[in-house]
């Protein structure tokens, strides 16, 4: 039995979820899995609840589970509350408690929907890049950081261990992909940027199947929207990544489909990468496209069938063709949507 930690969230983020968990249970039925569902506070909603966005019952909840799909937190609602107890705290919180300090954020514009990227349909067609972020580490860990009435500093840090581990990551899924590995940082004018490159190419001796590049992140910013179709696995460290894999979600058409998982040495977690959305929570516009297939990246690592996962992508994939959400030009609903996806899983 696989015990999931469901943390619904806010905004949408109850909607898409409650579509995940749709999906995970069709799954287990047709493919055998044995899953337990449990439901606990998160973000905006445990505010209200707890005064806190990670409460004890969260934490203990979580850190006993097999994996967590969380939905989407946060909002305007608790834009005012103070920054030690906001919801974007509560996350980054979550992921160094559980120690999740790898980030995965796959971009690919699936065949024959090449006309939902912005991009011209010849630059976005083949595009299929996953972006691995540090997660628990650089600015946005670093000490000191602080602010006076006259100025505010943060301080951008990595250890050899905290770079190692995450290429590590990064070179064995590129291995198991297109063979190419592109490191990103800022070696011409940081330090840090120096000693990333230098680590990354240390890891590289251990993967000699695997091509390593480097690349500025400016320059890489521009990459991702002239010829994004040449990339295959980024890595990169926290801030980077996350402008980065930010920039890359608009590649397939809209934040709706871009599911991610956060791996390391607690439990791992699944998430959509689009927001809470509250203009239209409860209304049932949601696209739940990007929190489904976080179910399937869950299948694949969490639960160690790939099959599964890749299953879920494709019925996905037919469903997003056939019958899609308002904004992608159709006209489903979340659960009409989570209907079709479902009718292409039992095929």
């Given at each position: 039995?696989?015990?999931?930690a469901v943390?619904?969230?806010?905004?949408i983020g109850?909607?898409v979820?409650?579509?995940?968990v749709r999906?995970?249970e069709?799954?287990a039925?047709?493919?055998g899995l044995?899953?337990s569902?449990d439901?606990f506070?998160f973000?905006?909603?445990?505010?209200?609840a707890?005064?806190?966005?990670y409460?004890?019952?969260?934490?203990?909840?979580?850190a006993a589970?097999?994996?967590?799909?969380l939905?989407a937190?946060?909002?305007?609602r608790w834009?005012?509350?103070?920054?030690?107890?906001r919801a974007?705290t509560g996350?980054?919180a979550l992921?160094?408690?559980?120690k999740?300090f790898?980030?995965l954020r796959p971009?690919r514009?699936l065949?024959?929907l090449?006309?939902l990227s912005p991009l011209?349909?010849?630059?976005a067609?083949?595009?299929?890049?996953l972006?691995?972020r540090?997660?628990t580490?650089?600015i946005y860990?670093?000490?000191p950081?602080?602010?006076?009435e006259a100025e505010?500093?943060?301080?951008?840090?990595y250890?050899k261990?905290?770079v190692?581990?995450?290429?590590?990551v990064?070179?064995?899924?590129a291995?198991?992909?297109?063979?190419k590995?592109?490191?990103v940082?800022?070696a011409?004018?940081?330090?840090?940027g120096e000693f990333?490159?230098?680590t990354?190419?240390?890891v590289?001796?251990?993967?000699?199947?695997?091509?390593?590049?480097?690349?500025?992140?400016?320059?890489?910013?521009?990459?991702?929207?002239?010829h994004?179709?040449?990339f295959d696995?980024?890595v990169?460290?926290?801030?980077?990544g996350?402008?980065?894999?930010?920039l890359?979600s608009?590649?397939?058409g809209?934040?709706g489909?871009l599911?991610?998982a956060?791996l390391?040495?607690g439990t791992?977690?699944f998430?959509?990468?689009?927001g809470s959305?509250p203009?239209i929570?409860g209304?049932g516009?949601a696209?739940?496209?990007?929190a489904?297939l976080?179910?399937g990246?869950?299948?694949?690592y969490a639960?160690?069938?790939?099959?599964v996962?890749a299953?879920i992508?494709?019925a996905v994939?037919a469903?997003?063709?056939t019958n899609?959400?308002?904004?992608l030009?159709?006209?489903?609903?979340?659960?009409?949507?989570?209907d079709?996806v479902?009718?292409?899983?039992?095929?």
């Open positions: 039995m696989h015990k999931i943390l619904p969230g806010d905004g109850p909607e979820t409650a579509a995940a999906v995970l069709e799954a039925e047709v493919y044995e899953l569902f439901y506070d973000g905006g909603a445990a505010i209200d707890a005064g806190e966005p409460p004890e019952a969260t934490r203990q909840g979580v589970a097999d994996a967590i799909l939905g937190i946060g909002g305007p834009d005012n509350v103070p920054r030690e107890i974007e996350l980054l992921r160094k408690d559980q999740l790898a980030n971009a514009v065949e024959g090449e006309h011209k349909p010849e630059i067609r083949g595009v299929d890049v972006i691995v540090e997660l580490g650089g860990f670093g000490q950081r602080g602010m006076s505010a500093w943060n301080t951008l840090r250890s261990p905290e190692d581990r995450v290429a590590r990064a070179f064995e899924a291995s198991k992909r297109r063979k590995l592109t490191s940082e800022k011409n004018v940081l330090e840090v990333w490159r230098r990354v190419e240390e590289a001796k251990d993967w000699p199947g695997v091509e390593l590049e480097h690349q500025y992140v400016d320059a890489m910013a521009m990459h991702l929207i002239t994004p179709a040449d696995v980024i990169t460290s926290n801030i980077f996350d402008i980065l894999s930010d890359a608009v590649l397939p809209s934040l489909l599911p991610s956060s390391g040495e791992p977690l998430e959509p990468v689009h959305a203009d929570a209304q516009k696209n739940p496209t990007a489904i976080s179910a990246m869950l299948a694949t639960l160690g069938r790939p099959e996962g299953a992508e494709q994939a469903a997003l063709k899609p959400t308002a904004d030009g159709g006209r489903a609903s979340t659960d009409e949507f989570t079709t479902l009718a292409n899983l039992n095929g």
